[in-house]
């Protein structure tokens, strides 16, 4: 989950997405929504399409193009098609130049090229997986809404503007972190139960030769940091 989120992130890192919904279905799949730019579809140049060499092929994502992403909060590309290898079923849907485009696979293998299936006015790609229980026989593969919830928390803290939803099927659970404020705001909150000293949170940023720092911090009368 996290590395497919983490795509998602990228994308909003790069200014080009501010909303992700991430869904966790009955079945105990899962499916990953956001509006950014959508993967390429455009042939590769081993005649593939982009989203297929993302989706099968390590070290093919957009990270290892410096042009693509200035930051990257994921790892290097692999994380897709690792994804989609480690799945009984997973589905690609990509909305982009005014089109809605699909693909699947089983087992990280395709199960046919890319379909063109429509039209649209909106972005983004949209990825649902099952766990291969071939792979993964022990039962505790269920995925926690409350170790998910967590971490969406946290990433929608380090990406001010970002809305993460939350959505459990099984259980009909619901959670939406955004936060304008990013870290400031995330400093608040773990200051909750304690008693700050001062009531502001200090705040600012800088870039250095390609380096972006945001530094948040308030004191408290506790004795750790």
Same mark, same amino acid.
């Given at each position: 989950v996290y590395e497919i989120v983490d795509n998602s992130v990228d994308e909003a890192l790069a200014g080009v997405c501010d909303n992700i919904l991430v869904t966790i279905h009955a079945d105990d799949s899962l499916t990953v929504e956001d509006n950014g730019r959508g993967i390429p579809v455009d042939k590769h140049?081993?005649?593939?399409? @982009? #989203?297929? %060499? %993302? =989706?099968?092929? #390590?070290?093919?994502?957009? +990270?290892?193009?410096?042009?693509?992403?200035?930051?990257?909060?994921? #790892?290097?590309?692999?994380?897709?098609?690792?994804?989609? @290898? #480690?799945?009984?079923?997973?589905?690609?849907?990509?909305?982009?130049?005014?089109?809605? !485009?699909?693909?699947?696979?089983? +087992?990280?293998?395709?199960?046919?090229?890319?379909?063109?299936?429509?039209?649209? $006015? +909106?972005?983004?790609?949209?990825?649902?997986? +099952?766990?291969?229980?071939e792979i993964f026989k022990d039962e505790s593969v269920k995925f926690e809404f409350n170790i998910l919830a967590n971490r969406f928390r946290e990433l929608a803290f380090l990406n001010a503007g970002l809305r993460i939803t939350l959505i459990d099927e099984r259980t009909s659970q619901k959670q939406e972190f955004? /936060?304008?404020?990013?870290? =400031?705001?995330?400093?608040?909150?773990?200051?909750?139960?304690?008693?700050?000293?001062?009531?502001?949170?200090? /705040?600012?940023?800088?870039?250095?030769?390609? %380096?972006?720092?945001?530094? @948040? =911090?308030? !004191?408290? $009368?506790s004795y750790t940091e």
């Open positions: 140049k081993d005649g593939k399409s @982009a #989203l297929e %060499v %993302v =989706m099968t092929v #390590l070290h093919a994502g957009g +990270k290892f193009n410096r042009d693509s992403y200035k930051v990257s909060g994921g #790892l290097h590309g692999v994380g897709a098609s690792v994804v989609n @290898a #480690l799945s009984s079923h997973c589905q690609v849907m990509v909305r982009r130049d005014g089109f809605i !485009w699909k693909q699947e696979f089983s +087992k990280g293998i395709p199960q046919g090229g890319v379909i063109k299936t429509g039209e649209t $006015d +909106k972005r983004g790609t949209t990825v649902t997986f +099952k766990p291969d229980r955004s /936060y304008a404020h990013g870290i =400031m705001e995330f400093v608040s909150h773990l200051n909750e139960t304690k008693k700050s000293t001062h009531p502001e949170v200090i /705040y600012f940023k800088g870039t250095r030769e390609d %380096v972006e720092v945001e530094i @948040a =911090m308030q !004191w408290n $009368d």
